[in-house]
């Protein structure tokens, strides 16, 4: 066996920074891709039939398509369609967060969806407007559904974000490949680096669950 | 005070109602029975625009409600709905499920709610429930509520439909004792109901409807007794 640890020790500090590069445009991410989602979950159980197709064919495009190939195409087709020099900090969280808005806008209509029609009849039979409706009765109960779901998308998203390497983003897998061609070995920067996302997913886990568990208290 | 004309109601190529014309008095308890799939319950949510007639008038008031122009939602307040199913909001405790519509629906005060509240739950026997959330309750005691709920927003008429199809048989009488207590109380009701002894009993009228049509209405007694089709005969035949 020749594994040396021992020398990427010099190389933590740079590999530990890149756990909060990756955070950093994965959180924003996060957050685009779920207001975004969000809006987008509204047009779809909207009465807005045209709006509603263009949410689904938007929806079927980022499923449709690889990651790489969306995060590919915004980081070279941005300079060369407008001349804007995109970074690649802005590319990711542009790819990632229209992305994710595709997955999150499906899981909230779903678990919208998935609310017994009797909630709504009820509602509207005590003459309860749409806004109030929606807000105090629908949702509340579609959260039971949603929210497993989004935990499940945030974490994927996660690990996903390693793909942001290929357009030289310094975060936590590209400093990896950084290191082992500094010091000419792999295994050891990889399996560091896959400890950290490890433990990344792990929190999310935790987290995710301990939603799950408060959510069930409430039944 | 509702007056229903030439109303058709289908759903795709399936027409459910087929010309329905009848009116209900004020105060006055109608029933509604009929074989399975003969059109009882959605003709009973026309009357709320639960559904939406494909053709036809449905008057509250004097109001055609199936105008587009009109606020169903002020419609709705005149109008309790009971359903099979409950549809109680199971996140809201019994308190919050009565008050909630009449404090956002027509502005009430917390304080004037809940004393209302508290009054209706102890007309259906269910005061001690009043911090009970619905998934603790029996099928019963959660029709109860949903009747309390729908009275807490003081409707003109009441909707009950198949209010005890969903129960198990002991529970049936608890509910249908609070049903016959409103009539008696002068509430303007239609009940859509399985319940021959029931509909027997309370109703100034049955409106028997097969196939999505009215084929008979009649007082109670005569109707029990000698109904006036063939097919009302060979309908009681098999369920009395």
């Given at each position: 066996?020749?594994?040396?640890?021992?020398?990427?020790?010099?190389?933590?500090p740079f590999m530990l920074e890149g756990v909060w590069v990756t955070l950093q445009f994965v959180i924003i991410a996060i957050i685009f891709g779920f207001i975004l989602g969000s809006l987008i979950a509204l047009v779809k159980i909207s009465r807005f039939t045209l709006l509603k197709w263009l949410a689904d064919f938007y929806t079927s495009i980022f499923r449709g398509t690889p990651l790489i190939l969306q995060l590919l195409l915004i980081y070279y087709a941005v300079?060369?369609?407008?001349?804007?020099?995109?970074s690649p900090f802005l590319s990711a969280i542009l790819t990632f967060g229209l992305n994710s808005s595709?997955?999150?806008?499906e899981i909230i209509r779903a678990g919208i969806q998935a609310v017994d029609k009797g909630q709504r009849e009820a509602a509207e039979a005590l003459g309860i407007p749409y806004r109030p409706m929606m807000i105090k009765i629908i949702l509340p109960q579609a959260m039971k559904n949603i929210l497993p779901a989004l935990m499940n998308e945030f974490i994927t998203l996660t690990k996903e974000s390693a793909l942001v390497s290929v357009i030289s983003y310094l975060d936590l897998m590209?400093?990896?490949?950084?290191?082992?061609?500094?010091?000419y070995r792999s295994?050891?920067?990889?399996?560091?680096?896959?400890?950290?996302y490890y433990a990344m997913v792990m929190v999310l886990t935790l987290i995710g669950k301990y939603v799950e568990r408060r959510m069930r208290a409430s039944d | 005070m509702i007056n229903v004309e030439k109303l058709h109601k289908s759903f795709g190529e399936t027409e459910v109602l087929?010309?329905?014309?009848?009116?209900?008095e004020r105060g006055e308890v109608v029933t509604i029975i009929g074989p399975s799939g003969s059109g009882k319950s959605t003709f009973l949510r026309c009357l709320n625009l639960l559904e939406q007639p494909t053709s036809g008038q449905v008057?509250?008031?004097?109001?055609?409600?199936?105008?587009?122009?009109?606020?169903?939602?002020?419609?709705?307040?005149q109008i309790g709905m009971v359903f099979q199913h409950f549809h109680l909001f199971p996140h809201m405790n019994v308190l919050e499920n009565l008050t909630y519509a009449p404090m956002t629906v027509k502005g009430e005060s917390k304080v004037e709610a809940k004393q209302k509240a508290e009054q209706l739950l102890a007309k259906v026997g269910l005061s001690e429930k009043l911090e009970a959330f619905p998934n603790s309750l029996s099928g019963g005691q959660k029709q109860r509520v949903a009747i309390a709920r729908a009275l807490a927003m003081e409707p003109d008429l009441m909707l009950f439909d198949e209010p005890t199809s969903a129960l198990d048989p002991e529970m049936v009488k608890e509910v249908l004792d609070v049903i016959k207590d409103l009539a008696h109380s002068g509430m303007t009701m239609a009940v859509v109901t399985h319940e021959m002894g029931f509909a027997k009993e309370v109703a100034d009228r049955i409106i028997f409807m097969d196939e999505g049509k009215i084929v008979e209405e009649s007082e109670p007694k005569s109707f029990f007794e000698k109904p006036d089709s063939?097919?009302?005969?060979?309908?009681?035949?098999?369920v009395l």
């Open positions: 066996m020749n594994l040396d640890f021992s020398q990427i020790v010099p190389y933590i300079p060369q369609l407008t001349g804007y020099d995109i595709a997955y999150v806008s590209r400093r990896a490949q950084v290191v082992s061609s500094d010091i295994f050891e920067p990889l399996l560091f680096v896959g400890l950290l | 087929h010309d329905i014309n009848t009116s209900i008057l509250v008031n004097d109001e055609d409600i199936t105008n587009p122009n009109i606020n169903i939602l002020n419609i709705r307040q063939e097919r009302a005969q060979s309908f009681l035949d098999k």
